[in-house]
């Protein structure tokens, strides 16, 4: 067992904490792999990975003398200075993901802001003086302002009126929809959307991934930014490297963060075609961009994730889990769906208590989207036997709740 020190908490005394959370009442203090601890030594099964975070499972010992070596060398420098480990990273990354530049951001929604400014910057540069963006219905993409405009869900913009202009929505996997806003606006500049939707449930586009060709097909014909939103579905998360590579095509701008740190906090927004080039010296920027720590945490996830196979793993894994309980779930009217270890099931019925049924009486720890929707994100490097043990608790878990 690690060693491990228990936070300071003066019990007596109230939070401080903006209640912006809701709170489930239970703290971990240490993990390894796919388990979750509590102070009791209770072990939990993590299906959740802190939201597709920590695809290598908990303290990999690969990530964990990456961040104490180069914790113990340097922490920080400046982008006034060249940083050799953002470099490096930049490579790795940029090589995983078929992409030519690479902006280090700290999160996701800080990544698709800088997609958003690529966007705006593209339109201007061909003199369009109000470029827009298309975005999706039950679309997730972050809490700052730019991106909860961006995103398709009301609960996420109420109350921070007035919200960001510039984007037009559509249905998720409704080309039409696209080709009727081409013609009724004309200064449309890029499209950004997610190859899965996370957050919104687990939601493949109704003609599956061909969804992103045609997609591709007219951003090419209006000369538009391709977009996508991977700060979920990017890191090996759906058995590619990035979702976009289940395609024969490539976006011009993607983001991700999630999996790319293993909860280490950093993003990237990335360029390739005709996003090269859009921002330029002075346009864009972060104090945080690719620090020496972190980039080397970047590098070594990447190499980690290779390394390890994890990507072949999460692809087999995936299939095997979605096939177990297809088969164990039959007759239960519930559909089983997704890619690689990112798997969504959706029961006939409203399911958000089974979170806490899960934690308490199976020790597994996942998360209900959408209202009815059970999401499972475990972590790339899952066993066989680990696969089953969920399989297990899951079969349980809907069998009782559907009884
Ligand atoms: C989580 C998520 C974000 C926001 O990322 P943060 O790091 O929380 O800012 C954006 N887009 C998608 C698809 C996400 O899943």
């Known amino acids: 067992m690690n060693n491990f020190t228990l936070a300071p908490v003066q019990t007596d005394q109230p939070s401080h904490l903006m209640p912006v959370f809701g709170r489930q009442q239970i703290s971990f203090v240490r993990g390894r792999g796919s388990y979750l601890y509590t102070e009791d030594g209770t072990e939990y099964f993590d299906a959740l990975t802190g939201i597709a975070v920590c695809g290598l499972g908990h303290s990999h010992p690969a990530i964990t003398a990456a961040i104490t070596e180069q914790a113990a060398t340097l922490i920080h420098t400046s982008n ?11 490579q790795k990354l940029a090589e995983a993901a078929g992409m030519e530049e690479v902006f280090f951001s700290n999160s996701g929604a800080e990544s698709n802001e800088g997609a958003i400014k690529i966007a705006r910057k593209f339109g201007h540069l061909q003199g369009v003086a109000n470029p827009k963006i298309i975005v999706a219905d039950h679309s ?38 696209i080709e009727e806003a081409a013609i009724n606006h004309p ?7 997610e190859p899965i939707q996370g957050e919104g449930g687990v939601n493949t586009a109704p003609q599956g991934f061909s969804y992103l060709e045609e997609i591709r097909q007219i951003c090419n014909q209006h000369n538009w930014l391709m977009m996508l939103d991977e700060v979920q579905t990017g890191n090996g998360r759906t058995g590619k490297y990035f979702a976009y590579q289940h395609t024969n095509i490539i976006p011009d701008v993607l983001t991700t963060a999630k999996g790319l740190g ?28 690719g620090t020496p720590l972190g980039s080397r945490v970047v590098y070594t996830v990447i190499e980690t994730i290779q390394k390890e196979n994890l ?12 096939q177990q ?44 989207t959408a209202g009815s929707v059970i999401r499972l994100l475990p972590a790339l490097n899952i066993t066989q036997e680990q696969a089953d043990q969920l399989i297990e608790r899951i079969e349980k878990l809907v069998k009782a709740y559907l009884a």
């Not at 559909?335 to 199976?362: H, N, Q, S, W």
């Open 262 to 289: 293993n909860g280490f906090p950093i993003g990237a927004v990335m360029t390739q075609g005709r996003g090269v080039g859009v921002l330029t010296a002075g346009n864009h920027g972060s104090t945080y961009s």
């Open 80 to 90: 006034i200075f060249e940083v050799p480990w953002q470099t490096a990273a930049a």
């Open 311 to 322: 990507v072949a793993n999460a692809a087999e894994k995936g299939a095997y889990i979605v």
């Open 140 to 177: 997730f993409h972050g809490r700052t302002l730019a991106t909860l405009s961006a995103t398709g869900n009301k609960k996420v913009q109420e109350g921070f009126a007035p919200l960001v202009e510039g984007f037009i929505r559509v249905p998720f996997g409704d080309i039409e929809a």
């Open 325 to 368: 309980l297809t088969e164990k779930l039959n007759g239960l009217n519930v559909t089983v769906r997704g890619f690689g270890l990112m798997l969504g099931i959706e029961l006939p019925k409203p399911c958000a208590e089974l979170v806490d049924i899960a934690r308490d009486e199976y020790q597994l720890i996942m998360n209900v």
């Open 187 to 193: 200064d449309i500049v890029a499209i950004l959307v």
